[in-house]
């Protein structure tokens, strides 16, 4: 079998990029299940990104 060596180069990449997530940048997080609370901007962000790109 040939060898991939375009895969091995690349596999280092990142695919996404979650410094834009609206996770990324926390307020607060909940005590006992540990979710993360977005900031009100990034909920504002996603709401506005979300309406913009509705089909």
Do not use: L
Request: hydrophobic fraction near 35%.
């Amino acid at each position: 079998m040939a060898n991939n060596n375009y895969k091995e180069k690349h596999q280092a990449m990142p695919i996404e990029n979650h410094d834009t997530a609206a996770w990324a940048n926390t307020s607060e997080m909940k005590a006992v299940s540990q979710v993360n609370i977005p900031d009100e901007i990034q909920v504002r962000n996603a709401k506005e990104y979300v309406d913009t790109n509705q089909k």
